[in-house]
């Protein structure tokens, strides 16, 4: 494989045109949706405008990122059993959403998860909490989309050499950025939209493609995936099996699929997008169907990869794992198919960068902003300016770290923003709206509690570094190459950071004397009933 002239048996220049027809495409359709984004509640929540199915497809389209496409069907082909994990639990997440969090939400709040808070606390400090959780989960999740970039397009049009890779990094950013200014959540959701349906379309016709090879056969595929990588693809372990300190692993890992999907800000954001608690329900039905479907066809992809493609190959070429799907697009379709499932996986990783820093913007705008700085003494215009101020820096922060973390495997980066999404977020979200004695001191110690365990366990971690040197390779599996500062043994630190900030704010809660009695009780009606929800939203 020469990797300065892109993947053998690709053709880099169709690569590119599929690619410029697509971004041409969606940037029209912004700019068309930008006409009617004249106040704050069209620019965050679309207007309120989008149907339980339209906001479930674009649901679906936020959250099957490029750690869904690119990462999970690296891990299965490499890993088998193990890499699968990463689908289940990303899809057993979406229960905890649908039946704790979705319609309470969507009848308490208005635009961010700091409303939800502040309706029965003192409004600057959770506030302000919120909005820094949000922006640390964004930040995390976008590494993730931007990594995802860097290793696709370094796949794709063979750009060899650290430099150029950087330069592709920050064109995705500069993309997504002009998605989110210009267009703002309808914008931003009509893409989701677009590229949900381009993904499911294209991993279903790959799936049936992969499964026509082997009889229509999933045992047939096994089988040929075993013959090419080993028996250890289908059984449990080959992961995360080999020691007690990687199945404690796994099970940190799992915990954080299941728990971070429920905390993370900008799916959050997408219930305030429809008219109705009925809408909110409908939207993760929806979401549910298509998400589940679309994991099913992971372990296709992934066992097909292993089979076509084989682990050595993938293990070797630029993006490493990431590279999966793409090759063995190039292995069933050649360089047309590679071209069109290239151009997906870009307008994935765009579709959810731009919902991600929408979300990061609104927060810090809406929040911080205008409730915190302003005390709600603001005019729409200029807190949708500040949002998009905030956009921009939101975007050169995620350039700046997707170049840090290129060699990453997606999946992985996106397993740590649920983490600090279930630790940091998840915990003030359920204690705010089940446990009438949670107050102002319980939400900020498990908001920045949660945070600051979670990301110092992170940051100690072999995620980070000191994690052996692959002999095949020559790097080490750790961000940081060449130094060992960790003392935390596991990846993920969710087994630990979920249970301490759930702690946490019990701990600050039955420490202080506020109780708001009177204020739960109309939070608990409104979320339950959705009375008075519409009022809270016109003014």
């Not at 009617?36 to 649901?59: H, L, M, W």
């Not at 969090?101 to 506030?127: C, H, I, S, W, Y």
């Not at 020691?243 to 099970?251: A, H, R, S």
């Amino acid at each position: 494989m020469n990797t300065a002239a892109g993947v053998e048996g690709s053709n880099s220049t169709l690569n590119i045109v599929i690619f410029l027809i697509f971004v041409a495409i969606t940037l029209v359709i912004v700019f068309r949706a930008s006409r009617n984004t004249k106040t704050a509640s069209d620019y965050y929540a679309a207007g309120r405008a989008f149907t339980g199915p339209q906001n479930g497809i674009a649901i679906s389209g936020d959250y099957l990122s490029a750690a869904s496409f690119l990462g999970i069907a690296g891990a299965i082909a490499v890993n088998g059993y193990d890499g699968f994990l990463y689908s289940i639990g990303f899809l057993v997440a979406w229960l905890v959403a649908l039946l704790l969090v979705a319609e309470l939400l969507r009848n308490t709040g208005k635009f961010t998860m700091g409303d939800v808070l502040a309706f029965r606390m003192r409004q600057t400090p959770v506030r302000a909490a919120a909005a820094v959780s949000t922006l640390a989960v964004s930040l995390f999740y976008l590494l993730a989309q931007m990594a995802g970039a860097g290793g696709l397009v370094n796949l794709l049009l063979g750009i060899s050499g650290e430099a150029g890779q950087d330069v592709v990094i920050a064109v995705v950013g500069v993309i997504m950025i002009l998605y989110v200014l210009i267009g703002g959540m309808k914008g931003t959701t009509w893409v989701q939209i677009i590229k949900a349906g381009l993904l499911i379309a294209g991993a279903f016709a790959m799936t049936l493609w992969v499964l026509g090879k082997y009889g229509f056969s999933l045992s047939g595929l096994f089988q040929a995936a075993v013959d090419k990588g080993g028996k250890a693809l289908l059984d449990p372990g080959k992961q995360y099996g080999k020691t007690g300190t990687t199945k404690l692993d796994f099970l940190s890992l799992g915990i954080a699929l299941v728990l971070g999907t429920a905390g993370l800000p900008h799916v959050l954001m997408r219930f305030y997008t429809v008219p109705t608690a009925r809408d909110a329900r409908r939207s993760v039905v929806w979401a549910i169907v298509l998400i589940g479907v679309f994991y099913l066809f992971t372990l296709v992809l992934g066992y097909g990869a292993g089979a076509l493609v084989g682990p050595d190959k993938i293990s070797h070429a630029p993006g490493t794992t990431n590279s999966a799907a793409p090759l063995l697009a190039l292995e069933l379709g050649g360089p047309v198919l590679l071209g069109f499932i290239s151009a997906v996986a870009f307008a994935t990783i765009l579709a959810v960068v731009a919902g991600l820093t929408i979300t990061a913007s609104a927060s810090f705008a809406h929040d911080v902003y205008a409730s915190v700085l302003k005390k709600g003494q603001v005019s729409t215009g200029g807190e949708v300016r500040v949002a998009r101020v905030t956009a921009l820096v939101i975007g050169a922060l995620a350039i700046a770290g997707g170049i840090l973390a290129k060699s990453q495997n997606v999946a992985f980066l996106v397993a740590l923003a649920f983490a600090v999404a279930a630790s940091a977020n998840l915990p003030t979200i359920l204690y705010s709206l089940f446990w009438k004695r949670f107050n102002t001191q319980g939400a900020l110690w498990s908001i920045y509690g949660g945070l600051l365990v979670t990301i110092v366990l992170i940051v100690f971690s072999p995620a980070v570094s000191g994690k052996p040197v692959d002999p095949k390779t020559g790097k080490s599996a750790s961000m940081i190459q060449g130094v060992d500062f960790h003392w935390f043994p596991l990846d993920n630190p969710g087994l630990v950071s979920i249970p301490a900030a759930f702690l946490l704010g019990w701990l600050g809660t039955v420490l202080s004397k506020e109780h708001n009695r009177a204020k739960y009780a109309e939070m608990e009606v409104r979320a339950l009933t959705g009375a008075g929800a519409e009022k809270a939203v016109a003014h």
